[in-house]
């Protein structure tokens, strides 16, 4: 059974900062890019992150280039979010998912989730 | 950048009923799209991937289709617990882009 373990999280004012861990089990982490995906309170899903099995390869929405650094440990099997300069409209929950990078078939496109993790930031 | 238009916003139906919900791409997503439900306080679960391929252990009555820029979601005999709110998502292309999410409500 494939688990995703967040961890992390809290408040903190604006231009703070906080890293967001997620730990795998049950799969071969490795052979896994991942993302991470935030929602507002009260709103959609935004995809913010995401890079590649090996870590070489990394992408990030406009909203969040500059600010946040994704990461991967794969000898801890674990998954990290860097959020620096936090902006109030940073404030949403997050999660990790695996990532369909380099998957012709779709079929790792954000099949299994992270239980989520809160960011509040306020001054 | 992609631009996903997901109608309607917000429906409401029956128990029983089908329902279809629409995402629109703003360019064509060679069929990488993928469909989500999510309850309150919950987390996303994928129902559908690859436009058409119904994740394992969800109900047939979801069912997924469309090509190029058009995609829907149907649900055939709406139960109880399909209430709920729905997101497409593209990943053709970074950087990926989710539908603005439609809430299915108990009529």
């Known amino acids: 059974e494939v688990r995703l373990l967040q961890s992390g999280g809290g408040w903190v004012q604006p231009g703070g900062s906080l890293r967001l861990s997620c730990v795998a089990s049950g799969l071969s982490f490795s052979k896994f890019p991942m993302s991470w995906v935030r929602q507002a309170p009260g709103k959609g899903l935004e995809w913010v992150s995401g890079l590649s099995g090996s870590g070489q390869t990394i992408y990030y929405a406009d909203s969040v280039k500059g600010r946040f650094t994704i990461s991967r440990d794969n000898s801890r099997n674990t998954l990290y979010l860097q959020l620096n300069s936090l902006r109030t409209e940073d404030t949403g929950v997050y999660f990790c998912?695996?990532?369909?990078?380099?998957?012709?078939?779709?079929?790792?496109?954000?099949?299994?989730w992270g239980q989520g993790t809160m960011v509040t930031v306020s001054s | 950048d992609i631009q996903m238009t997901q109608s309607p916003s917000t429906m409401s139906a029956s128990v029983g009923d089908r329902v279809t919900i629409t995402c629109r791409a703003s360019?064509?997503?060679?069929?990488?799209l993928a469909w989500f439900q999510q309850k309150p306080g919950k987390v996303p679960k994928r129902l559908i991937y690859t436009t058409s391929i119904l994740q394992s252990g969800v109900p047939s009555r979801f069912r997924g289709s469309g090509s190029g820029t058009e995609f829907t979601l149907t649900i055939s005999g709406l139960q109880p617990e399909d209430f709920a709110t729905y997101y497409c998502?593209?990943?053709?292309?970074?950087?990926?882009?989710f539908g603005q999410g439609t809430k299915l409500e108990i009529k």
């Open positions: 998502l593209q990943h053709s292309l970074d950087p990926y882009t």
């Open positions: 360019h064509d997503i060679n069929n990488y």
């Open positions: 998912a695996n990532d369909p990078l380099f998957d012709p078939t779709g079929k790792n496109a954000f099949e299994f």
